[in-house]
């Protein structure tokens, strides 16, 4: 019997240090973003969307994700991070891995293969300018 495949797609933002550049928003809230020293933000005023939002990026893991009969150990469920920056012109830049499921390296690689044929995403603003934002999510493979 084949194994059906179970996966999840979350998106996580995460904050981390490095100070480059403040933007402080026009209007009365004085809110600041700040990027790190390549001009990446962690927060926009806008995020990074897919195309079509999150039942789209779903549809297209669920159309590009390829599985594996067999697996190197013994798991067969987990959760790979990955971050990746949307630049300004909602292309996929810098791929990295945050976390690998131990044991399956499949799981990393597929991630990653998929990420990085990803359409271009509408790009993060901040005061309607777009900007340089870094994406973290979490990957969740599971096979039932």
Do not use: H
């Amino acid at each position: 019997m084949k194994n059906k495949i179970l996966f999840a797609i979350i998106f996580t933002f995460i904050s981390i240090s490095g100070f480059a550049q403040v933007i402080t928003l026009s209007d009365t809230s004085a809110q600041k973003y700040v990027s790190d020293s390549n001009g990446v933000f962690q927060y926009a005023q806008v995020m990074p969307e897919f195309p079509g939002g999150s039942d789209s990026l779903n549809r297209y893991w669920t159309k590009n994700i390829k599985f594996f009969n067999a697996f190197s150990g013994q798991c067969k469920e987990g959760t790979v991070y990955i971050s990746f920056i949307v630049e300004k012109d909602g292309t996929i830049t810098n791929i990295k891995t945050l976390k690998e499921v131990q044991g399956a390296p499949e799981f990393t690689r597929e991630a990653i293969r998929v990420v990085s044929i990803m359409p271009k995403w509408i790009p993060g603003k901040i005061n309607d300018q777009a900007v340089r934002v870094e994406v973290k999510q979490p990957v969740r493979f599971k096979l039932l």
